[in-house]
């Protein structure tokens, strides 16, 4: 049900990252149609299914209002807060890139640097999540948590959950999307 997190070494571009991760396809929605019990064909009111336009996978359903947010357009934010990141003389890098769920949920995320607590080292992870099927918002957030598989997925929100500079945008028009052009 899931594609494990695929780590990257060194410094990789977001388009290598998102072959290596399997992620270069982008969402689509199609009309969702239903068979009435007198066997017609109808298309649902105010609902579409959300498809991967690579191999055709229905990844959920969303109403009309529903707008995405695509797989490019985390590449260009991401590249444009390494970008950020670069001229300031931090040292942040894509250290992972993973689609879970078939593609319903891609994760991306750059370490942003390494703590220590207690003499044990702790990697910052700043992390993209993009929900594809209907059932979550866009989010970013900061975790120490690397994301390799659904479990690990699941410990990071536990983690998001206890801390505050959570960033949310609905997939609607009029939600304020974070990009590359308002950073």
């Known amino acids: 049900l899931f594609r494990s997190g695929t780590i990257i070494q060194?410094?990789?571009t977001f388009e290598e990252a998102n072959i290596k991760a399997g992620t270069t396809w982008e969402p689509q929605t199609i009309p969702l149609y239903y068979v009435d019990p007198d066997g017609?064909?109808?298309e649902c009111p105010g609902v579409k299914a959300i498809q991967r336009n690579d191999n055709w996978?229905?990844?959920?359903h969303c109403g009309d209002k529903y707008t995405h947010h695509l797989n490019k357009?985390?590449?260009?934010?991401?590249?444009k807060l390494l970008?950020?990141?670069k001229e300031q003389g931090d040292d942040c890098c894509i250290e992972n890139r993973c689609s879970l769920k078939e593609g319903s949920i891609v994760i991306t995320q750059v370490r942003c640097g390494e703590t220590k607590i207690f003499g044990d080292s702790y990697k910052t992870y700043l992390t993209i999540v993009n929900y594809h099927d209907g059932t979550g918002s866009r989010e970013v957030y900061f975790t120490t948590v690397r994301i390799v598989c659904i479990n690990t997925f699941a410990a990071s929100l536990r983690?998001?959950?206890?801390?505050d500079g959570?960033?949310?945008a609905r997939h609607t028009k009029g939600s304020i999307a974070l990009s590359?052009?308002?950073i």
């Open 83 to 85: 970008e950020l990141s």
């Open 40 to 42: 017609k064909v109808t």
């Open 57 to 60: 996978k229905i990844l959920g």
């Open 166 to 168: 959570i960033w949310r």
């Open 73 to 79: 357009a985390d590449g260009e934010l991401i590249t």
């Open 180 to 182: 590359a052009d308002n």
């Open 159 to 163: 983690e998001r959950d206890k801390k």
């Open 10 to 12: 060194g410094y990789a």
